[in-house]
């Protein structure tokens, strides 16, 4: 069965890096592209970026480009992603999700990682 | 970028309530838009994509309907289980979410 398993919570300080793991178990790794989300606490879901496990290549929101940065590891099926330039209103969960063959809904979700920003 | 705008915001019903939420899309979508139910502490759950096709193992009293700009999910018969935040997402161009719609018990 499909599992999407994300690493633990995190708190970091203003201006600080986080990384966060996403260990995809399953399927082929490589078949579908995958997207990370965020959701900040009471808020809604903002979309990211996007990356091909296949090829690395990658493609960010305008609201990121610059502080994220998504990878991937095909010896592991694991993605990463680092947020760097921290600031409060990045306190969130952050959930890594795959992208469907007939289209970009998800399916299957990641537990979520809780990142907590503060001084 | 496309935006997602949701009605209500909120709604308050009762167990056996006929509930319907809207989503406009600020351009044409075609049929690509999904609904999400979340929980409390949950990760949301897809339940219908394409606009209208039901997802694997989702109660047939969930259904979608629309294309173009303006779309809709309606609860045929509210159950307890379904008091939850309701998401629309627009896949046609990357993913863009609907800010929710919370669905309480009157």
């Known amino acids: 069965q499909v599992q999407l398993v994300q690493s633990g919570a995190e708190v970091k300080k203003p201006g600080a890096s986080v990384r966060i793991s996403c260990k995809a178990s399953?399927?082929?790794?490589?078949?579908?592209?995958m997207h990370w989300l965020r959701q900040a606490p009471g808020q809604g879901l903002e979309w990211m970026g996007i990356?091909?496990?296949?090829?690395?290549?990658?493609y960010y929101s305008q609201r990121f480009r610059g502080r994220v940065t998504m990878t991937r590891d095909t010896s592991t099926s694991t993605l990463y992603m680092e947020l760097s330039s921290l600031r409060s209103e990045d306190t969130a969960m952050y959930y890594c999700?795959?992208?469907?063959?007939?289209?970009?809904?998800?399916?299957?979700w990641g537990q979520g990682t809780l990142v907590t920003v503060s001084s | 970028d496309i935006q997602m705008t949701q009605s209500p915001s909120t709604l308050s019903a009762s167990v056996g309530d006929r509930v319907t939420i809207t989503c406009r899309a600020s351009?044409?979508?075609?049929?690509?838009l999904a609904w999400y139910q979340q929980k409390p502490g949950k990760a949301p759950k897809l339940l219908i994509y394409?606009?209208?096709s039901l997802e694997s193992g989702v109660p047939s009293r969930f259904s979608g309907s629309g294309s173009g700009t303006e779309f809709t999910l309606t609860i045929s018969s509210l159950q307890a289980d379904d008091f939850a935040t309701y998401y629309c997402?627009?896949?046609?161009?990357?993913?863009?979410f609907g800010q929710g719609t919370k669905v309480e018990i009157k």
């Open positions: 999700v795959r992208v469907e063959s007939s289209g970009s809904y998800y399916v299957y």
């Open positions: 399953g399927y082929t790794f490589t078949r579908n592209y």
């Open positions: 990356i091909n496990p296949g090829d690395g290549d990658t």
């Open positions: 351009q044409s979508i075609s049929s690509w």
């Open positions: 394409k606009a209208s």
């Open positions: 997402q627009q896949y046609t161009d990357y993913s863009t």
